[in-house]
Each structure stands twice: as structure tokens, then as C-alpha cells.
Nanobody
Framework: QVQLVESGGGLVQAGGSLRLSCSAS????????MGWFRQAPGKEREFVAT????????YYADSVKGRFTISRDNAKNTVYLQMNSLKPEDTAVYYC?????????????????WGQGTQVTVSS
């Protein structure tokens, strides 16, 4: 079992930045690929970014490529999402997730554990 807790969400103006953190406890963090997803009101949950178990590989949704950066610190059992140049359309609840598949994982059904989410609101 892996427990995930997100933090760092909040209200920011368009063009601003936020850094989300996701702290993991339970099983060995480095055994899992990690991902970030988001869900806006009235919309389906969508993939944002994923990082392999070692941090050596990353992959992003086209909508955030060049603006968001996913990273991890296995010594701290934490994955991060640095979000720059935020837009109002980035407003959503952001979730981190862990997958036993250690390489890049895009499909939400391939994730085994989920956090409770953190709200990000970008004002125009």
C-alpha cells in the first residue's frame, strides 16, 4: 500500500507559478513510476505528466509541455510538479498517482494509488 498526499495548490494569477508536491509513504517509493493528473469542473480527468522510477525519463501532455516540469526525489519520497506560465485553463484539482509499472505511464487505469488532490485556481 502507498499513501500519497499532495500539497502546494492555491490561487495564482495568470502567468504565475506554483510548485505542487506529492509525498509518499508505505512501500518503496522508487519502485513506482509517478504521474500527475488533473480534473476541471465538468470535465474528465486528464493526464498531465509522468516520470519513471529513476527520474531519468519524463513525458508531458501537449497542453503543458514547455510550461510544467515533473521531477522526483527518491530520498525524500516526493514527486514535484513545477508549473510556470499558468493559464486560466490550468484551473483544476491536481492529483498525483503511483504505478507499479516503473516506466512512463500515461493511462490513468494503469495507476495503482492516488492522492486526494489539491486545488489549483488560475485567475485571469
Amino acid at each position: 500500500q502507498v499513501q500519497l498526499v499532495e500539497s502546494g495548490g492555491g490561487l495564482v494569477q495568470a502567468g504565475g507559478s506554483l510548485r505542487l508536491s506529492c509525498s509518499a509513504s508505505g512501500r518503496t517509493f522508487s519502485n513506482y513510476a509517478m504521474g500527475w493528473f488533473r480534473q476541471a469542473p465538468g470535465k474528465e480527468r486528464e493526464f498531465v505528466a509522468t516520470i519513471s522510477w529513476s527520474g531519468g525519463a519524463t513525458y508531458y501532455a501537449d497542453s503543458v509541455k514547455g510550461r510544467f516540469t515533473i521531477s522526483r526525489d527518491n530520498a525524500k519520497n516526493t514527486v514535484y510538479l513545477q508549473m510556470n506560465s499558468l493559464k486560466p485553463e490550468d484551473t483544476a484539482v491536481y492529483y498525483c498517482a503511483a504505478s507499479r509499472i516503473r516506466t512512463l505511464v500515461i493511462q490513468d487505469r494503469q495507476y495503482d494509488y492516488w492522492g486526494q488532490g489539491t486545488q489549483v485556481t488560475v485567475s485571469s
